[in-house]
Structure formats: structure tokens, C-alpha cells
């Protein structure tokens, strides 16, 4: 069962204003009411971005419409405004100047908005569309690449669907975006084929056909809207950092403990690294060791002694990052396991102090690596050969031990490799066709994990071999990742909805965090440093990175 072998409004830069803490300030920098008619509305976001700034700072509105932002949040300048709200837009626009030791006052008016379709999120789209839930989980796939409203606004037919843009998709690799599409250079070997793929094809053809525009001068539905947000999901406060290019993609941000922001580029030959002080980046250029196949790098983890390590995905090479030396060294693949399929996503050093060894996974035939650091060499598990059906082990994750926890993101399962017999065991998830993505080991060897297709986070006591389950709302939220905080709360983002969710596992609660704006979340990362916690993560698809600051 193993082998071996070797191996914004505004573009610009500002830097943040420095200063006292809010609670310190003799009052707030902007402050102001939001209403639509004569209405006040709770859970609007009010956002301001500088003038030649990078940055962009967000408030949400109170149950009385008011919204303020404080003064260490915004230094003194002239500021455009925009807003977020299902169903409005700004009724003209709006601007701000913001002095020092002053308190600005900007009242917002709303108008209903003359366009609701183009402010529907992923999940809204999926709410509002008849069909069963098998017919729109189909879609779930779509969306690592463009949002819903790309084949929605279409007027393709089934027939179109079914011979030229299903194989043209499928064409694709992972890390594609429509304004930096790349094409695969082989087909995964544990997926469908033949006959199988075409039946699978047809279903989701037909039904596109059914709900876009190839037969109706508009949709032959509701289109619905999720509620705004309200009460403890109105008191946040979201930064904002554009990046350079439309084509940078942050799949996995991460904080260092000298407060950088480190992120990989999912469809790009660069590390980043990011100052949230002044907005300033840094790239660190990665040499092609594929030259011809995709490029880009997915998972981003780091090891005991804080040097970053990453799966350069299709160039199929392991890779660690010397944060002190600013270098780089690399195992790529050799021999067998270098397929044209050969795809390693996800690197976990976690626990590699145990005995000087590293996990990855390989997508290209669900395979598992594990790689010795002094020696170079790679051992390769393959925990499905023999079974039938398809598998993607997506995920893997090290305990205290150094043991693996693998997911199966086309199954429903977590599975496990000894660290020092190669036994593989394989842990049903209690909810049918869950796809567990994601994952995140705690100090007590629990695996906490994103069940993509279920809207549910899910938990798996290693020691107790128990599972635990919480649904998190709304319906479509597919959660991809989960990481818990220093005070035991889950935390998890949407590739769907635009929100980032905040689980109490002890109480089932949990409190939805709207972004600003259309946010494709992938890597989950929370800063424990901080009291109330921060929470970070990647705009994958809209080319900047977020810091949310709860309040409380």
C-alpha cells in the first residue's frame, strides 16, 4: 500500500493612523445614520477607503442606523463611502473629510436598489432557484472558479452546456479565474469517466438550461436575499488590503508573531507577505520546477521553528520558506509519483518535530505522502487502491503524534495513518455526503473540520474515535475550513455566502460576520494574540485580504 522514491474606489498607499486605542479617543472620527425613506436600517455596512489608499475600513450599523467609525481607524483625509445592503443602493454619491481631534458627520440615504440580481451572493442565488438540493449541489463546484451569476446570466442551452462548456470547464484546473484561466494537463485518476461523466454532465446541463435566461427574458423565479445583519453581528470592524494585481489570488493567509501577513497565490509562482501597518507588499518569486504545467500554491502551513511550508500544486514540489533567511528549499516529486496528474495542495509540518517528518497529500490519485526532512526521501500511501469509486483526499492533518487525519472530500469519511506501522483506518462521518474539506487539529488531538456539502462544522474526538456535528446557518453556507480560538470558539468561512461564521460549540450559537463585499473564502486563520481575537482570511477571487476585529 506504499512505495518509496526520491524526491476599492481609490488605488494607492496609506499608512494607518497611529495613536491611542479607540476607547481613548475623546470621540469618533465619522459618524452618522443610515436610512432608507424614513426608516433607520440595522445592519448596513458603511465602508471608507482614503483617497490614494490601499486600505478600506468597514463599520456596520446599530438597531438605530447609526454607524461610527473610530478615530485610530481612520487618519485625517477626504474618504469615499459605499455601502452594502440586499435590496439598496446609495442614493448618490458620498464622501467624507475626516480632520484631526474632529468628529465628521455623514448621514447616508438608501433608494431600493435598481439592480437586486447583481448583489446576490452565491448562496442567495442558490436559495431563490427551484430545483432539489441534488440539482443545486451540482453547482457547488462552479463556484471555485466564478460566482453563480456567470452561467445564471447565460443563454446557453442544454445541448451547449452539455458538449461545449461542461468539457471546457472541466478543462480547467482549480486555481483558474476567468481573467487567468489555466488548462489541466491530465485528468485525476480516482474520478469519474466515460459514460459516468457524460450522465453527470447531462444532469447539470439540463438543469442550468432550465433556471438561465436560454428560454425567459428573465429568471422564472424569486430572487431572494439573506437577512442583514443584527445585534452581535453589527459590532466589527473589517480592514480591508487591495493587492496590486486582479490576479493574485490569497488562498491561505496566515500571521507570523512579528504581526506580517504571509498568503499563498493560488494561480501565481509567489509567496506574499503583507504588512498590515502600512499596506505594503512583498512577493517572493518561486521557480517553476513543471515549466508548461499550472502554476500557483494552495496550503500554507507553518512548523515549530516558524518556517512556512506549501504545495506548489501542479509543479508538484514540497516546499519550505526560511522566514530569517528569506530562502527557499524544495522537494519535487521524482520517478512514479511525478504523474502529469501529480497535484500536491495541502504540506503539514505541525508536528514534524516528533521525528523530522512532513505530510502531504497528492490529488492527482488520492494519494498521501510523507516526506523526510534530512534525507529527502518520500514515502507514498494510497489508502483507497482497490476500492472502487471516486476519492479525493483533500486535506492532511497531524496530530500530537505525528499520526495522520486525512479528509475524503467525495466521500464522507476521515481517515488515519499510523505514524509507526502505516496502518490506515478509515471514520464514517454521521452525515451522508458531507464532503469534509478542511481542517484543523486542537492542543487535545480533536480534528475540527468543514463539512462542505452538509452546512456543517464537524469534530472528531481521535482519542474517544466520536464525532461530533453543529449546523451552521444559512442553508449553502458550505463551510471549507474550521480553526478554534483561544477561548473555544470555532470559527469558519463561506465560498458562498460572503460570511464568516463564529461557532460556540458549547452552546450551538453562532454569530454570522457579513464582509463588505463579494468575498470567496478558502483558509481560515484566527490571531489569539489579540483580545477580543481577529480573524484574517484571503479574498481568493477579489485580490486583497480582510482582518475582521469583533468587538466582543
Known amino acids: 500500500m506504499r512505495r518509496r522514491s526520491m524526491v476599492a474606489s481609490f488605488v494607492g498607499l496609506v499608512c494607518l493612523a497611529a495613536g491611542p486605542s479607540p476607547a481613548q479617543q475623546a470621540g469618533p472620527a465619522l459618524t452618522g445614520t443610515v436610512t432608507a425613506g424614513p426608516e433607520a436600517l440595522e445592519g448596513v455596512l458603511v465602508s471608507a477607503k482614503k483617497s490614494g489608499s490601499t486600505i478600506t475600513t468597514t463599520v456596520v450599523t446599530d438597531k438605530d442606523g447609526h454607524y461610527s467609525f473610530p478615530a485610530a481607524k481612520l487618519e485625517p483625509g477626504d474618504y469615499g463611502l459605499r455601502i452594502r445592503a440586499a435590496g439598496y443602493d446609495l442614493d ?15 448621514d447616508l440615504k438608501l433608494r ?11 448562496a442567495e442565488w442558490l436559495a431563490s432557484m427551484p430545483g432539489t438540493d441534488a440539482q443545486k449541489g451540482q453547482l457547488l463546484n462552479c463556484v471555485g472558479c466564478h460566482t453563480l451569476s456567470r452561467p445564471l446570466n447565460s443563454k446557453y442551452t442544454a445541448d451547449e452546456f452539455l458538449t461545449l462548456i461542461l468539457p ?7 486555481q483558474s479565474m476567468p481573467s487567468h484561466p489555466q488548462l489541466r494537463h491530465a485528468e485525476r485518476l480516482r474520478e469519474e469517466r466515460g459514460d459516468q461523466r457524460v450522465q453527470i454532465y447531462r444532469g447539470v446541463a439540463d438543469y442550468l438550461a432550465s433556471i438561465n435566461l436560454s428560454s425567459h427574458p428573465t429568471w422564472n423565479f424569486e430572487l431572494k436575499t439573506l437577512p442583514r445583519p443584527a445585534g452581535a453581528a453589527t459590532r466589527v470592524i473589517y480592514t480591508e488590503y487591495d493587492l496590486p494585481r486582479e490576479t493574485i489570488e490569497p488562498h491561505d493567509v496566515v500571521v507570523d508573531d512579528k504581526g506580517m501577513v504571509w498568503f499563498s497565490s493560488f494561480g501565481e509562482q509567489n509567496l506574499g507577505k503583507l504588512d498590515p501597518k502600512t499596506g505594503k507588499l512583498t512577493e517572493f518569486a518561486i521557480p517553476e520546477h513543471k515549466p508548461g504545467f499550472p502554476t500557483g500554491l494552495l496550503g500554507l502551513r507553518s512548523d515549530a521553528d516558524g518556517n512556512l511550508w ?17 530562502t527557499f528549499k524544495f522537494w519535487p516529486l521524482e520517478g512514479d509519483e511525478n504523474i502529469d496528474a501529480a497535484q500536491i495542495n495541502m504540506v503539514s509540518p505541525q508536528s514534524a518535530a516528533v521525528d523530522g517528518k512532513v505530510w502531504a497529500q497528492n490529488n492527482g490519485f488520492a494519494g ?16 483507497f487502491k482497490g476500492m472502487s469509486g471516486p ?16 479528509t475524503d472530500f467525495r466521500q464522507r469519511h476521515i481517515g488515519r495513518i499510523d505514524a509507526k506501522t502505516g496502518k490506515i483506518d478509515l471514520y464514517e462521518i454521521p452525515t451522508p455526503n ?16 468543514g463539512e462542505y456539502r452538509a452546512d456543517r462544522i464537524g469534530m472528531f474526538d481521535t ?41 460556540n460549540p458549547a452552546t450551538g450559537v453562532t454569530v454570522n460576520y457579513l464582509m463588505p463585499r463579494s468575498t470567496n473564502i478558502r483558509r481560515v486563520f484566527v490571531d489569539n494574540s489579540t483580545t477580543p481575537v481577529t480573524f484574517w482570511v484571503g479574498n481568493n477571487h477579489g485580490a486583497s485580504i480582510v482582518k475582521v476585529e469583533p468587538l466582543e
Open 112 to 122: 431600493a436598489a435598481q439592480d437586486i440580481a447583481a448583489q446576490l451572493t452565491n
Open 168 to 174: 471546457r470547464m472541466q478543462g480547467y484546473v482549480n
Open 92 to 106: 448618490g454619491p458620498a464622501q467624507a473629510s475626516v480632520a484631526a481631534d474632529k468628529t465628521a458627520t455623514v
Open 310 to 326: 506549501f504545495g506548489n500544486m501542479y509543479q508538484a514540489t514540497i516546499a519550505r520558506f526560511d522566514r530569517k533567511s528569506e
Open 463 to 503: 482519542k474517544k474515535e466520536e464525532f461530533k456535528e453543529w449546523q451552521i446557518p444559512p442553508k449553502w453556507s458550505a463551510p471549507y475550513d474550521v480553526v478554534v480560538d483561544k477561548n473555544g470558539e470555532a470559527w469558519t468561512g463561506s465560498m458562498l455566502s460572503d460570511q464568516v461564521t463564529r461557532l
Open 391 to 406: 476519492h479525493n483526499i483533500y486535506d492532511v492533518i497531524p496530530d500530537s503524534g505525528n499520526n495522520v487525519y486525512f
Open 434 to 449: 458531507s464532503a469534509p474539506r478542511r481542517g484543523w487539529m486542537d492542543a487535545q488531538d480533536r480534528l475540527w473540520f
Open 368 to 383: 498521501i505522502h510523507r516526506l523526510d526532512i534530512a534525507t529527502g526521501k518520500l514515502e507514498t500511501f494510497e489508502p
